[in-house]
């Protein structure tokens, strides 16, 4: 707690400060204050990274003896091997890259048909609005407020009726269907922030529904696009309670073996595997947030601001 | 041996396409010494030419038992999947989705072999039979540090008794009496184990099995109320969440015990301390040697193909084979569900548990006797007492209030 | 465009030219129906199912031998349950503040023409790319007293220093403060950020001009102006919070103490699956959606009851 008193007494000092060009001069107490703030927080932030990172590179007995946040003496690449191809899971010792494509064969697709119905559904509550369209809109946002597991069961059933129970094309749905309450209100957001003008004069053209869509509103929406992509890859890449309930062993995510690398009750706990582990699972989400960040603050500068 | 000519008989005369049929098994043994004894399983059944598909899920029953009901009643069932025995499946059989074995244990003679009878009849509704047992655990046992009392000149407790009497001494040394883990249901198995140490079994029955509520309300349990109530104070300090964890503690001898099941002993193996030098098991805490019978069992849901119906009731002959139940309990440090066959290599402990189950000292499990209801209940109402400065008194009354609702 | 009258059209079958209207729209009514769909069958659907069969006595599976009221009944006796609620609501209040709060000022700082921001951003969001159970892996040991920061303060000389507040059932729902607030906070600055690059620049030199200072500014114009980006975050945070489930069992898996750091969705999942009462699972769901309801009503009444959107 004590870092965020700092923070707010310190920020509103930053905050009478000019809000402008930059000032000439780099070393004013303005900017140390206001760097210093800014790196203290990012300790907070990055001091999680840097123990996984630095525990995974460690062997056991350093492990054991040592401080969690002091560098390897002996840097190992041991724990990460282990992680990736030789951890068990019951009677299957290969580690994490059993898990590998099937994550990515169950991402690739439930993003995608996420955001095609999400943007769609945006879209024509915007601009396409029908008497009720935000009944089943406000109804969406409370389905966002309602947690997973309470929805288990129905679902299940659902499913079964619907005969895709156990089946990828389930959980695609099941993850579209999850996906799409923040997805819809992002999309809804971004599409109101495209001046009214241009659909009007597309539809003085005769432009219809899809057309509109995927001549004006698709090629203008990149940035929103880029935020949804980074929140699907991360909920659907870290799920592992839909993965594991509505699929078989064959198509298990990673995160089921990430869950049993991490969960195994009983033995010595291998805490730089788990570590490793856990790295390797969060590597692309990471990745697309890496090399994404840029254009998610500006789609959700357009999806958010204007409502 | 001549059994498992038997099954391999009636795998033949079942298996006649004789192509291998797949089967994916379920279960939560991921641990080192729990998945080498589902090794064991999977290579029986595939070196009978058929082919075990694992399915393990890491996290234990509270993890895996969603999933697995999920799949089962979603219409995608696996072909056999890990429950307690018990009541846990219970539903799942009224309902019809589970497959009958009856005609599985009547050629293989499971009601002469299976020991003890309780174990099948935990199996078996509207006089069938629905499942196969493959091994026992009992919780009600006391694990003691030897060093912890040598460093302090004392002898070993041999009993709970001893074991409390000797709890100041150890406090003042500055080591923890009592290890005792977070989760709840670490909590409810101590208090269990005590149930039956302290009131006796005649008023265990009378709760348990004939469901008598006065007794339960009774003089007898209020003695072990107070008893727990006793022993949490011994446990005050033990900062830890998991089972093994604590176990730890008292293998490191920062801990005088633990009142743990039989499966503690598997960490003491892998830290090799000897049963009896470094440490001391005392089954029933000493007092009532007697154990109860919980384990694992298998259930085959209903698939609606013949070649994998078959396949199934191969794979429940096997479980159940004498060659079967040697290999996979000695791994797994469980008992045998069966009393004619041979465990010399058994360790100590488990030599212990085995002479009280050919002793005849044996109760039904928790499981068996309470519903999954029943005992989460117990559970979140025994973690509470145990973690903090509840009166015995009112404890006792919301566990009778807990067992009413099982009625 | 003519919605409302459209709509209307839609629902008086009989009127003039039905079918002409219909086939006008009846793409945007298609790429729609995903939408109705879920919110129907699955958000409302799914809604009043467990409603109804929260009126029985289910077990295992889902059968409708009614019970009446008893399942609240017990429910409402259930210490573990009010202790949740009580828990939940400390956690949820705690979280929303902090997480609104440091997330503006975050974002208020990075909006400094600062350099490196890129850096500064990337480092700030990186956790929501983490799920919760790593997260609360990653917490527990950071906080675990022998080796994590309580040690390595000690082992420096300080032996009394104490900061152990997962074993600590008055401490224990600050420590999933800190690992919440870790992974979410950074988000919600990006949201916060790109509120405030969407204001015009105008705005600033007209403030400027009037000599307002600027923390006035951000209080009185800003703020005001940044109604849905607060919205927003208030949507996903609060909505984050109802369902808070996982990092609990990571962290402290409901403990110490037994109940301190139980949530609401703890409960139901127990009940539903380990305790195989569905009927007591479906009780408690019941009121967890309740409680979103008397939330969301509200808000819905301010947000679509008032304008009519052309």
């Known amino acids: 707690m004590a870092d965020v008193s700092v923070v707010s007494s310190a920020s509103s000092a930053a905050m009478t400060g000019p809000r402008g060009a930059k000032p000439k001069r780099a070393m004013n107490p303005r900017n140390i204050m206001l760097y210093g703030i800014l790196i203290v927080v990012c300790v907070y932030y990055l001091l999680p990274l840097w123990v996984m990172v630095m525990t995974s590179l460690k062997g056991m007995p350093e492990v054991r003896l040592g401080n969690i946040f002091s560098p390897p ?57 029908f008497k009720g369209s935000d009944i089943f809109f406000t109804i969406l946002i409370f ?74 509103m698709l090629p203008m929406s990149l940035p929103i696009f880029v935020v949804a992509l980074i929140l699907q890859v991360t909920g659907i890449w870290n799920d592992f309670l839909f993965g594991v309930v509505f699929t078989k062993p064959d198509i298990y995510p990673m995160t089921v073996q990430l869950n049993n690398i991490v969960n195994s009750v009983q033995g010595v706990k291998e805490y730089n595997v788990n570590m490793a582990a856990t790295v390797l699972t969060g590597l692309v989400p990471l990745i697309v947030y890496f090399v994404s960040g840029k254009l998610f603050v500006r789609g959700i500068a357009a999806g958010a601001v204007k409502g | 041996m001549k059994l498992s000519k038997m099954t391999a008989l009636l795998a033949m005369s079942v298996a006649m396409p004789a192509a291998a049929t797949e089967l994916e098994v379920t279960h939560w043994w991921t641990s080192g010494g729990e998945a080498a004894a589902v090794a064991e399983l999977a290579k029986a059944f595939d070196a009978s030419g058929d082919k075990w598909v694992d399915g393990a899920i890491a996290g234990g029953g509270g993890t895996a038992r969603p999933i697995m009901i999920s799949r089962i009643t979603g219409g995608d069932p696996m072909g056999a999947t890990q429950f307690n025995h018990g009541q846990q499946a219970l539903e799942l059989v009224e309902a019809g989705l589970m497959l009958d074995l009856t005609d599985v244990a ?10 003890p009878p309780s174990l099948l009849d ?27 009392y040598e460093d302090l000149g004392l002898p070993v407790p041999t009993n709970w008794d001893e074991f409390v009497a000797s709890a100041p001494a150890v406090r003042d040394a500055g080591k923890l009496p009592l290890a005792l883990g977070d989760q709840p249901w670490q909590s409810n198995l101590a208090f269990g184990a005590m149930q039956i140490a302290v009131a006796g079994l005649d008023a265990w029955k009378a709760v348990n099995v004939d469901k008598n509520m006065d007794v339960a309300a009774g003089p007898e349990y209020a003695k072990v109320f107070e008893a727990a109530a ?115 290599a058994a360790n100590d402990c488990m030599k212990k548990g085995l002479e009280i189950l050919a002793g005849g000292n044996i109760v039904p499990s928790g499981d068996m006797v309470w519903s999954p209801d029943v005992q989460k209940q117990n559970e979140d109402l025994m973690v509470e007492f145990w973690k903090s400065d509840m009166p015995a008194a009112d404890a006792h009354a919301k566990w009778v209030a807990n067992l009413k609702t099982g009625l | 465009m003519s919605v409302t009258s459209e709509a209307e059209a839609i629902r008086t079958t009989s009127a003039a030219r039905p079918r002409a209207r219909w086939t006008r729209n009846i793409s945007a009514k298609i790429a729609a129906l995903p939408m109705i769909a879920t919110a129907l069958v699955i958000f409302v659907g799914g809604t009043i199912w467990t409603v109804v069969y929260s009126f029985t006595d289910s077990k295992l599976l889902p059968r409708t031998r009614w019970v009446g009221l008893d399942q609240y009944e017990r429910l409402w006796d259930t210490n573990r349950w009010v202790v949740s609620i ?39 969001l990186y956790p929501f790319a983490l799920s919760f159970i790593v997260t609360g892996l990653v917490w527990q040991w950071i906080l675990n007293p022998q080796f994590g920061i309580q040690g390595v303060v000690r082992d420096m000389g300080w032996t009394s220093f104490t900061f152990d507040p997962l074993n600590n059932p008055q401490t224990v729902l600050y420590g999933l403060l800190i690992a919440g607030l870790w992974q979410g906070t950074g988000f919600v600055m990006c949201l916060m950020l790109a509120g405030l690059r969407g204001i015009d620049e105008d705005i600033w ?30 949507v996903i945070v609060a909505s984050g919070i109802i369902r ?67």
């Open chain 1, 73 to 129: 003496v002996e840097i190992t690449f041991q724990p990460w091997v282990k992680a990736w191809s030789e951890a068990c899971t019951g009677l299957n010792c290969d580690g994490l890259s059993r898990g590998f494509w099937n994550s990515v064969m169950i991402t690739v697709p439930s993003v995608i048909v996420s955001i095609a119905i999400a943007s769609v559904n945006g879209y024509a509550l915007i601009n396409w609005k």
């Open chain 1, 143 to 216: 389905g966002s407020f309602i947690p997973y597991q309470i929805m288990l069961y129905p679902i299940v059933i659902l499913l079964r009726e619907a005969g895709i129970y156990g089946t990828l094309w389930g959980l695609i749905v099941v993850h579209t269907i999850f996906g799409m309450p923040i997805l819809t209100l992002l999309f809804r957001n971004y599409f109101s922030s495209i001046p009214e003008e241009l659909f009007k004069a597309a539809r003085v053209d005769g432009a219809g529904f899809w057309g509109i869509y995927f001549r004006i």
């Open chain 2, 106 to 115: 009547e050629a293989n003679n499971w009601k002469e072999v299976v020991y």
């Open chain 2, 122 to 148: 935990a199996c078996t509704v509207d006089g069938k039979i629905f499942c196969a047992p493959v091994n026992i655990h009992s919780p009600e046992w006391l694990w003691l540090s030897n060093k912890v």
């Open chain 2, 230 to 344: 006793a022993a949490r104070e011994l446990a005050k300090g033990s900062a830890v969440q998991d089972w093994n964890q604590a176990t730890n503690l008292v293998i490191t001898d920062q801990a005088a015990g633990q009142i743990m099941g039989d499966w503690a002993q598997g960490e003491f193996q892998v830290a090799n301390e000897v049963a009896g030098t470094d440490y001391t098991c005392l089954p029933g805490l000493g007092l009532n040697e007697y154990i109860s019978t919980g384990g694992d069992a298998f259930y085959f849901p209903k698939l609606n193909d013949p070649d994998k119906e078959a396949a199934q009731k191969r794979l429940a002959a096997q479980l159940v084979s004498p060659d079967v139940q040697v290999a996979f309990n000695l791994k797994k440090g469980s008992l045998p569900i069966r009393g004619d066959i041979d465990l010399s």
């Open chain 3, 86 to 124: 009580e828990n939940l609501f400390f956690y949820g209040v705690m979280s929303l503040i902090f997480t609104v709060v440091m997330g503006f000022i975050l974002a208020v700082l990075m909006d400094q023409k600062i350099r490196y921001e890129d850096t500064f951003r990337t480092i700030m």
């Open chain 3, 205 to 234: 030199k007209a403030t400027r001009v009037d000599g307002i200072p600027t923390w006035k500014t951000y209080v009185v114009v800003i703020i005001p102006m940044m109604r849905p980006v607060f919205i927003t975050t208030l």
């Open chain 3, 244 to 310: 808070l489930y996982d990092l609990v069992v990571a962290m402290t898996s409901g403990g110490p103490g037994g109940n301190a750091s139980q949530v609401p969705a703890m409960y139901v999942y127990d009940y539903m699956f380990q305790a195989q009462n569905l009927g007591q699972g479906f009780a408690a769901s019941t009121m967890m959606l309740l409680s979103v309801l008397i939330v969301l009503i509200p808000w819905a009444y301010l947000e679509f009851g008032g304008k009519k959107h052309g």
